[in-house]
């Protein structure tokens, strides 16, 4: 489970922001925030598969992937986690790399993807078959559902971006990082059903989820100026939210080598 809101142009300053929430078992072997040694890749490391769940460059581009929450989806395939790697260590544009995945994005396990460069942003997505979509100027939302579904945390913290552009302040990421920690759940009548049952779609309602094996890893907050440089900073915790630590990282260089 995960959980994104994103500005996509939509900012005098920011050509992206995004604030996004890792959800995944707390015993699944994980690094945080780094500078990878063995890729141009800044971003959290997934140590069972090698992958991210989000990461960005030097050059400016960014990259998000989370599953599709159905149970009845046997999971076979690549892993998702190969999916940002290799579009950030890549050579191709967001627009040419979207255009390529189509071609085998039905060999990976069910996935949403978010690309962006300096020119253009994409959501990717292979259930129930592979598609391309142009990200256009605005506030987007992602979750474990498709491009903008309207699930109740997903408006939540799409709401509250909007009302942190709207405030002024481009340098002050903690509103965002509260929207984050928002534990409060969504009524049952405004719930999804997506085959986990109640007790598990309640406990999934929130934007940051709070257990001992299961919940949200690491809240991250990525800011992309106009210029390509910029910064991402994530909090990472532990079981039952305990937090481990925040990890900050400068994204140097100008977008005109993206």
């Not at 929450?69 to 290799?86: E, K």
């Amino acid at each position: 489970m995960c959980l994104i809101a994103f500005a996509w142009q939509a900012h005098p300053r920011w050509r992206l922001v995004l604030a996004g929430n890792r959800d995944e078992f707390h015993a699944r072997p994980s690094a945080p925030l780094a500078r990878w040694s063995d890729l141009p890749i800044l971003g959290g490391r997934d140590l069972e598969a090698g992958g991210t769940w989000l990461g960005v460059t030097d050059a400016g581009r960014c990259c998000v992937v989370t599953n599709v929450r159905d149970p009845r989806d046997p999971q076979l395939g690549q892993s998702r986690g190969l999916l940002a790697t290799d579009y950030l260590a890549g050579a191709d544009d967001a627009t040419a790399h979207a255009q390529a995945l189509l071609a085998t994005a039905a060999g990976y396990r069910p996935f949403n993807l978010l690309t962006f460069d300096a020119q253009a942003a994409f959501y990717l997505g292979n259930r129930p078959e592979p598609r391309a979509e142009a990200v256009t100027p605005g506030v987007h939302g992602l979750s474990n559902a498709d491009f903008n579904t309207p699930w109740p945390k997903t408006r939540a913290l799409m709401a509250r971006l909007q009302a942190w552009i709207d405030g002024g302040d481009a340098e002050d990421f903690a509103p965002l990082f509260a929207a984050l920690a928002d534990e409060t759940r969504a009524p049952d009548a405004q719930l999804p059903d997506t085959g986990v049952g109640l007790e598990r779609e309640r406990l999934l309602s929130s934007a940051f989820i709070r257990g001992e094996r299961y919940g949200t890893r690491a809240s991250t907050v990525v800011a992309i100026a106009h210029d390509g440089r910029g910064v991402i900073v994530e909090r990472g915790f532990g079981p039952e939210g305990r937090l481990l630590g925040e990890h900050r990282l400068p994204i140097a260089a100008p977008a005109a080598t993206a």
